[in-house]
């Protein structure tokens, strides 16, 4: 299938940057959200949003983005037996993404979902609300610190969405990225371009990792129009290294 160019591999992308301060304050009152993800889940997952704590208190499109890819394209691949080490999801805020992969998913062991401390309540609240106690285990896990003894250095899958977004956090965000992300590691990625900064932090990660865009999303066209875009991370190779010493 013929696909146009994402504006985010076109050298004029910059130019596209929203001007809006990111992630913005929104005066949204407290509640429960209802998600399908457009009917990729046949048993619904109960979201509850509260902003009194932080941004991460409500859902935000690149983690309804990611959600989506996975459950449409890595359900069967992530779910089940060849996975050896739980999964992790960082900035989860209330658990969007890991929560709904884990209803939609039949992992080997639970997924870690984490956040910092001021998410924790609402992970452990939207754990509750699905059921999904057996399956997901809510975490602090605050980037730049130590990984808890009971994360899981290299899982075989880090889940990551919204989280570029702080500029003072973006050395963080990369220290525990390359914390967790080891030789067998895929980090799905979904973020939203918003301003000039978010293109630097996606600089200093492609020094520091293999990143690719992924290209097998369907609805990408639509949500790149939005400036949210999907990359998989990985440990850079000699291989990937040669690849980028020739480009
Ligand atoms: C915009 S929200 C995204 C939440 C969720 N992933 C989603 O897509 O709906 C960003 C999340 O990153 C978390 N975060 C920000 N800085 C962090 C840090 N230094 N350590 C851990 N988490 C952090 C915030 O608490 C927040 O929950």
Redesign the pocket.
Known sequence: MERSVSPESNPDAPFNVSNTLA?PRVNKAAGTTNVTFDGLLSDPLLLKEDLKN???????P???T?ARYLLAQHASDMSGKTMSVSPV??????G??GLGVARGCEFASPIHI???L??FDLMQDNIQLNQLGTKVKASI????EPLPAHIPANPDIII????V??EP?FP??LS?LQDLIGPNTVCYF?YKRRRRADLRFMKMAKKAFDMQEIRDDPNATTYNRENIFLYSIRRKTPKSNNELATK
């Not at 932080?54 to 935000?60: A, E, I, S, V, Y």
């Not at 999801?89 to 209330?94: D, L, N, S, Y």
């Not at 896990?141 to 730049?144: E, Y």
């Open positions: 992630p932080g941004c991460g208190g409500q859902l935000w690149a983690g309804m990611l999801e960082i900035g989860a805020g209330g969007l993404v984490t956040d910092q001021p998410m896990l605050d980037w730049g990551a969405a919204d989280c977004y702080f956090a963080l965000l525990t979904c």
